[in-house]
Each structure stands twice: as C-alpha cells, then as structure tokens.
C-alpha cells in the first residue's frame, strides 16, 4: 500500500518555526522527485517546493524562500520542511506529493503527481 504521510504541523507564534516530515512507504521513493503543497481556506492548493531524487536541487515559491528549506533522507524514505519565520499567511494545510517527473516541470499541475499525503494543519497566529 503505497502512504505518504505528513505529520509535524501545529500552532506556532508569528516568528516561530516548524518541522514538516513526510514519510513515505509502499512506492521507489528515490525514483520520484518530492513536493510540498498547500491549502488556504477559500484558495487553491499551491506548491510551496520541490525537491529533486538526490536532494541536490530544490524548487521554492517566492513567498517562501530565504524562509523555508526541504531536504530529503532516501535512507529513512522520508521529506523533511523546515519552516521559519512563519507568517499568518502560511497558515495552511500542508501536504505532501509525489512525482515522477523532473524537478519543475509542471510544479503546480497536481495531476503530474502519482501519490499525495493526508495533509497537516499548520497554523499561525499573529
């Protein structure tokens, strides 16, 4: 059974930080490269970044860069957000997705992604 899950979001202060892991089980995990997407109330689910199948080369949304970093451990199957300097507006729910597509291409079109994972809440108060 192929899972994607993603755990680590919760409440966090303006300024504060989080951790978002997505572990991944039943698919090649290093034949696909990883994404973080998420959901606003009222807005579409958006990629936030990617990452390539060796880690070398990542993908980040204007809005987040210089803030978050994703990394991936092949060995533990598992993607790793590292959010800081969260805003109200990254208040989302977080998922994560895979894709056996290059890094890029198409980073938005959520149909290029095979397996997606059940989402985390992430919350930012102000």
Known sequence: EVQLQASGGGLVEVGGSLRLSCAASGFTFDNYVIAWFRQAPGKEKEAVSQIDI???????????????????????????????????????????????????AGVDRRSWYDYWGQGTQVTVSS
């Open 54 to 104: 060796n880690g070398g080369k990542t993908y980040y949304r204007d809005s987040v860069k210089g803030r978050f970093t994703i990394s991936r451990d092949n060995a533990k199957n598992t993607v790793y957000l590292q959010m800081n300097s969260l805003k109200p507006e990254d208040t989302a729910v977080y998922y994560c997705a895979a894709t056996p597509y290059g890094l890029g």
